[in-house]
């Protein structure tokens, strides 16, 4: 499935929300599925994908 990089964004902070409302990780893969009709693979793929690209960020101090 081809998923728009803006899609990808905002299921990233629709994770991060669930995350701070103290759900567990596949209660959230679970929900995403649901909310954006994808595989709960799917799903997950974007998720490592999007952790992966703000890691590359974390370690370089504050961005501006």
Avoid: P
């Avoid at 994808?38 to 501006?64: C, D, H, P, R, W």
């Amino acid at each position: 499935m081809q998923v728009s990089e803006g899609t990808k964004i905002c299921m990233h902070i629709d994770y991060e929300m669930g995350i701070a409302e103290g759900l567990g990780h596949q209660a959230i893969v679970r929900s995403l599925s649901k909310t954006w009709s994808m595989k709960s693979t799917e799903v997950e793929v974007i998720i490592k994908e999007q952790e992966a690209f703000l890691e590359e960020f974390g370690n370089k101090g504050v961005l501006a």
